[in-house]
């Protein structure tokens, strides 16, 4: 992290140009918002990531996800997102050839207990543990960026 | 880049936990929107970068910075951003021992030329050279995130 302290000027004329560099192509474009994209920081455990997920609804999402410095998360979530923020403890479990996250959550949000699956293709077949309950992978409500806004307490 | 295909569900019982691992604290929040911080993904020359800053006015602003791969950047930048897309070429030169980038603005905002200065701090002194213009430094207008929505074109 840094404090960025910049000034900005408008120009008079040219004269710039003999002192300058060759110049580098910029192509720039900026997240527009929760409506196409979720852009989360997660802390979990010691380490922490900023995470981007495309906001489109159903089980398959574009998803990107970077490590960052511990202290710099703290500070983003402290200082740039929105509050309540969404505790949870996550729990793995291997269950006939996958792995499930059960995610467990706190705060706002205690009370709902979710078990997720990831697999290799929108048709791939797994095996239901018998404690797995009603399917809610279509249903924005459950996503954790909803959380944020409308809590289970709230429900 | 990954596609995640995830399915998620509820619960029905807490059978679960006999075969789950010890649990793994989360601590998670999200990025509100533009009001808040500007989330920029950035193709520079051969480079790429993720670049989260806050939204406040004036001279003085958080911002974190990370690397992300260009293919990466790219499929944010046609995916997951707003479009129009800001271009623009960036020059840099040295004057009386301070770098000044001059962003050269093309596409909707093609025109537009901004002289930036980076200070140590917020009253640290600098010398302005001739082809200096008036200051811009607290107009949103000149925000890139506003180029976005309000280009130089529209002005």
Chains 1, 2 share one sequence.
Request: a negative charge; glycine letters at 8%; aromatic letters at 10%.
């Amino acid at each position: 992290m840094g404090i960025e302290i910049e000034r900005k000027f408008l120009l008079r004329n040219d004269d710039w140009r003999a002192a300058a560099d060759a110049g580098t192509r910029m192509r720039q474009g900026y997240f527009a918002g929760p409506q196409r994209a979720s852009i989360r920081v997660r802390i979990e455990g010691e380490s922490a990531n900023l995470n981007i997920k495309s906001a489109e609804l159903g089980i398959r999402r574009l998803e990107f996800e970077y490590p960052v410095p511990l202290v710099e998360a703290e500070q983003m979530l402290d200082g740039l997102c929105e509050g309540p923020l969404v505790e949870k403890t996550r729990y793995r479990l291997v269950y006939a050839g996958f792995t499930w996250e059960v995610d467990v959550f706190a705060g706002d949000n205690a009370g709902l207990v979710v078990a997720e699956i990831e697999l290799p293709t929108e048709d791939s077949a797994f095996e239901k543990p018998d404690w797995l309950g009603e399917e809610v992978s279509a249903d924005p409500r459950y996503y954790n960026v909803s959380l944020v806004t409308h809590p289970y307490c709230d429900w």
